[in-house]
């Protein structure tokens, strides 16, 4: 599997998440094996005026190879952010056509540029010129049920120099809803001659194999099938390239680990946002444990790592 020049031992890539997939979350999951991330999307005005929280988003730590992702509908505006971005010795630019979020695709960017395949294709054509790195493009099937052409849209952003598609098989009208659609990653694929990563419903070692088997893509990328869970992504290297299934991940690890996480966040944010952060990364790493309610609601109080600290190894005596 190649990006451009960009070569990977394994096909298990962590997918771009606002407010989610920060350098923190990006480190920890390589960490557990994801071959590839994806940094949170940048507003290219914003990077292009100089808005300091967009730089912030782009820096990037051990987690390479990693990508920047910009989102925008102005092919000047894009290629002058995908440059900016270089500064940030990014491994690859992404460029982002399938954000839902009404802030976003109800301004023209992520999503809304699905109902607008020539501008998309202008875009990705000026970013591809402006840098010397790979240029990919993560779409979705379609912006609803009615105008599903995420054939045609790949055939573009190919034809436009894109090195790499990533698709989600739901339209923007979907969101997350309703179950993932293999036969338009497997048409897309067939489509192309570039790689193609297929996008949603991937929490586990079956479920990768599944979308590998019925789309025939290149890659997988995975998202919220690995929040409080960047085990995901060592089990599926495992299960693909020897078919061993991993043994389950003890509470005692989960929180340890979730620890790691938070005080990564800390170290590149500070306490104060770290300990609100958690409190959403906390309700993952919880999930379907035994007193995990009663934890999450401690947790909308806490305010210094050492009280999390206390809390998480309570929790695992309750349950031993």
């Given at each position: 599997m190649k990006i451009g020049e960009l070569e990977f031992k394994h096909t298990a890539f962590l997918a771009p998440m606002a407010g989610i997939a920060d350098r923190a979350f990006r480190e920890l999951c390589v960490n557990h094996g994801a071959a590839y991330t994806v940094t949170e999307m940048v507003s290219s005005k914003g990077l292009t005026m100089g808005d300091r929280k967009s730089g912030q988003l782009l820096t990037v730590g051990s987690?390479?190879?990693?990508?920047?992702?910009?989102f925008g509908d102005e092919p000047e505006i894009m290629a002058?952010?995908?440059?900016?971005?270089?500064?940030?010795?990014?491994?690859?630019?992404?460029i982002n056509m399938g954000c839902p979020a009404p802030k976003v695709a109800m301004n023209g960017g992520g999503a809304s540029l699905m109902k607008n395949p020539q501008l998309a294709f202008e875009i990705t054509r000026a970013v591809v010129n402006a840098v010397d790195i790979p240029v990919t493009v993560k779409i979705r099937m379609g912006w609803?049920?009615?105008?599903?052409?995420?054939?045609?849209?790949?055939?573009?952003?190919?034809?436009?120099?894109?090195?790499?598609?990533?698709?989600?098989?739901?339209?923007?009208?979907?969101?997350?809803s309703g179950k993932v659609d293999y036969e338009i990653i497997r048409q897309v694929k067939q489509a192309v001659g570039i790689p193609v990563i297929g996008n949603g419903d991937i929490t586990d070692e079956q479920s990768a194999a599944l979308m590998l088997e019925k789309t025939g893509c290149d890659a997988i990328m995975i998202g919220r099938g690995a929040l409080g869970n960047?085990?995901?992504?060592?089990r599926i290297n495992a299960y693909l390239d020897?078919?061993?299934?991993?043994p389950e991940i003890s509470l005692e690890q989960k929180m340890i680990t979730m620890l790691?996480?938070?005080?990564?966040?800390?170290?590149?944010?500070g306490e104060y946002t770290a300990m609100r952060e958690a409190r959403h990364h906390a309700a993952y790493y919880t999930k379907g444990i035994r007193g995990g309610a009663a934890f999450r609601r401690e947790m909308t109080s806490l305010e210094h790592y050492e009280q999390l600290e206390e809390l998480a190894f309570r929790i695992v005596k309750e349950n031993a």
């Open positions: 987690e390479r190879p990693c990508a920047a992702q910009i002058q952010a995908a440059v900016k971005c270089l500064e940030y010795k990014p491994a690859a630019i992404d609803d049920e009615n105008s599903v052409n995420a054939v045609e849209m790949a055939e573009l952003m190919e034809k436009a120099g894109a090195s790499a598609i990533a698709i989600h098989g739901r339209t923007r009208k979907e969101m997350y960047p085990w995901v992504f060592e020897e078919c061993r299934v991993l790691k996480h938070i005080k990564a966040i800390i170290e590149y944010k």
